[in-house]
């Protein structure tokens, strides 16, 4: 029994098949995760970032439907992303909306609309060709995972690092933590708290709706209302698990992706496992770890507290 | 300002933005290539007009409205419990459970059944509440991460006879569901004017007037709301914000498997036909969720809340029969949650602008 689990772990781990599913979904829930991990760090908890993924996929292949380039269906993308965002953004922070009400709302309209569409116009597309990076993609095992991707999965080596920079190193990411660890002060010295938060919701919005427009290129090329399936949520969950800080969302979305890819293989190659328990690890992982870290890694202080001057 | 021109203007910011939500709802149709009144028709015959229909309504009403009651019991202490979707799966689970467990006489297992189903649910709250107050992890995080935990666990209780799963002998092949309730162990549905809709329906709001007055009138809802409006002030007066916010956390769960239960005992065909199928829980807990937070986190218009969207949903059945796709209807609900929302918050701008306006010029 040991002995058959551990040959099943060794196939599985032995298979690049594995690899190359296990980087196209940690890529996946990059994008979402390094636009959410702004978000979140600007204050607010923004669960709509599973609808800005799936109007992303579905802008993107519609653009792609229309114009027949890639680019643009990224475009289209990021603009399906932004548009999600913009809702958000405007009547959370500045309508003072409730900003679940208006997220579950969201991922509720979009799941609608884009199945509606879907059915109404049908937009088809082909994958992106991939480009392979000469020497690293001829590593074993994970060459060809790393560097021998769908073109737009090179945009994620910019966009991470740049994030990381944009937060850090920058006045206005200065200005955005200091909206999510205490907007009273942050007000006091003239930051437009909520203008903000509404930018980091926006960005959240531009890299997922590009994540989105990613995923369908990279993977399926075709559309269905469920080839997100959750994987905002677990993008949520890789931030709050990397204790809002990059590189620990980032080993989140590494891990998440990898618990998933782990549990395709398993099943590609005709083991039986309990399917279950892979896919509520991410969730149950996360728990685990805010419950015993949660006294030395803390959320932003403000986290999805709602800021409205003069009220606490 | 005087009280009349404060009405007139908050008809008139609802009506102009529900007119918005319906005016968008309608350019997708038509510019999709469908007809717009077909699909008002249909939603409106289907949910209360066509022969049967406001009583299936109801029934998707109670389980809405109770997971609402729960939501506002939580929240009212200060607490943001957003997995309502998962601990009503969990009450049902548990609900199922134990009804098959025990067995007993018809009446009596329901009744046992209605409380496992709110001990599951309130048990599965409880995990966010000892996460909250003994680890301090937030409460939003935990519960909705909480919910997919659920999907799975109850997903894989559906897979193992000795949990949930039917003998094959009792289902379709292949199918994962449980045993179905026995007829006397249900959940009464009395037929009126040729609507049949079970008895949780009273129930439900029996307990909304119930939550209502426990908030408004007694200590214990003045101590809940206390802790809400302002923990420092509350802990000063002795209130305990772990015990007080914990049970809170835990009477909202309850309400949702409450809800659950009564969805598998009373349902019929809108939720299982008394079975535990996959996918049991089928969004009621997100929409009831929105139910109460469109309500704004009252009792009495959650009441009405719960009525339009069970009427969104059981209309929905009707849309297809127009040639659109009946998908237009999540459209159409997300639409009018986001005009909702819209006037009041514009309400409560203006009157700041009002009050800042007025406090200048004093001076």
């Not at chain 2, 799975?152 to 309730?181: F, H, P, T």
Request: proline share 4%.
């Amino acid at each position: 029994m040991l002995i058959d689990f551990f040959t099943a772990v060794g196939d599985v781990l032995s298979s690049e098949s594995t690899y190359i599913n296990g980087a196209l979904f940690a890529a996946l829930l990059a994008y979402a995760a390094t636009g959410e991990w702004v978000a979140e760090r600007s204050g607010t908890l923004n669960i709509s970032v599973e609808g800005m993924l799936l109007s992303g996929a579905f802008a993107g292949i519609l653009g792609y439907h229309i114009s027949d380039l890639i680019v643009v269906g990224l475009v289209f993308g990021v603009i399906g992303g932004m548009l999600i965002a913009a809702v958000q953004a405007e009547m959370s922070h500045r309508l003072s909306a409730d900003q679940f009400v208006v997220g579950l709302t969201l991922n509720i309209l979009v799941f609608g609309l884009v199945g509606f569409l879907d059915r109404e116009i049908e937009p088809q597309a082909l994958r992106a060709s991939t480009v392979e990076i000469p020497v690293l993609v001829d590593i074993p095992l994970i060459g060809q995972a790393l560097f021998g991707e769908p073109w737009p999965f090179y945009l994620l080596y910019v966009l991470v690092p740049v994030s990381w920079w944009l937060v850090y190193r920058t006045r206005w990411g200065l200005e955005l933590r200091a909206a999510g660890e205490n907007p009273q002060s942050a007000d006091v010295s003239g930051i437009d708290v909520n203008r903000r938060r509404r930018q980091s919701i926006y960005y959240a919005g531009f890299t997922s709706g590009l994540g989105g427009a990613y995923f369908l290129f990279a993977r399926i090329a075709a559309f269905d209302d469920s080839v997100i399936g959750g994987q905002g949520f677990i993008a949520i969950a890789a931030v709050i698990f990397g204790g809002w800080t990059l590189w620990g969302t980032m080993a989140g979305c590494v891990l998440f992706a990898g618990a998933l890819s782990f549990q395709l293989s398993l099943q590609g190659l005709g083991y039986e496992l309990n399917t279950e328990l892979l896919q509520a690890l991410p969730y149950l992982v996360t728990i685990g770890a805010m419950a015993i870290f949660a006294k030395r890694v803390r959320p932003p202080a403000a986290l999805a507290r709602p800021f409205i001057r003069g009220l606490k | 300002m005087t009280r009349g021109a404060r009405l007139t203007e908050w008809v008139a910011l609802y009506a102009l933005s529900v007119a918005v939500a319906l005016a968008l709802a309608s350019v997708i149709v038509e510019a999709t290539g469908g007809d717009w009144w077909p699909v008002v028709e249909a939603l409106v015959d289907g949910s209360i007009l066509a022969p049967g229909r406001w009583g299936g309504t109801l029934g998707i009403a109670a389980p809405l409205l109770l997971v609402a009651l729960g939501t506002v019991i939580s929240s009212k202490a200060g607490l943001i419990n957003i997995g309502q979707e998962g601990q009503l799966l969990v009450g049902a689970a548990v609900a199922v459970y134990f009804s098959f467990l025990i067995g007993g006489p018809g009446p009596l297992n329901v009744v046992l059944l209605l409380l496992f189903g709110a001990l599951g649910g309130a048990a599965w709250a409880s995990i966010s509440g000892l996460l909250r107050f003994w680890r301090g992890v937030p409460e939003v995080l935990s519960t909705l991460l909480l919910v997919f935990v659920a999907l799975q666990a109850v997903g894989y209780g559906l897979k193992w006879q000795w949990l949930l799963l039917a003998d094959e002998a009792s289902r379709g092949n292949r199918n994962l569901v449980s045993e179905q309730l026995a007829k006397d162990n249900r959940i009464p549905r009395p037929d009126i004017f040729g609507n049949e809709f079970p008895i949780t329906v009273y129930v439900a709001l029996a307990l909304a007037l119930a939550v209502a007055y426990v908030l408004a009138r007694t200590v214990w809802g003045f101590r809940l709301r206390m802790l809400g409006h302002n923990p420092r002030a509350a802990q000063r007066a002795g209130v305990s914000s772990t015990v007080y916010g914990a049970t809170a956390l835990a009477i909202g769960g309850a309400f949702a498997g409450l809800a659950g239960a009564a969805m598998f005992a009373g349902g019929g065909f809108s939720f299982g036909n008394f079975r535990l199928v996959p996918g049991f829980s089928d969004n009621i807990g997100w929409t009831g969720l929105l139910v109460a937070l469109l309500a704004r986190e009252r009792a009495l218009p959650a009441v009405v809340a719960a009525f339009v969207f069970a009427g969104l949903r059981n209309g929905a059945g009707f849309v297809n029969s127009t040639g659109v796709e009946s998908r237009i209807t999540d459209v159409v609900q997300g639409l009018l949650v986001l005009a909702l929302l819209v006037p009041p918050a514009v309400v409560f701008l203006r009157d700041r602008r009002r009050a800042r306006a007025a406090a200048t010029e004093r001076v």
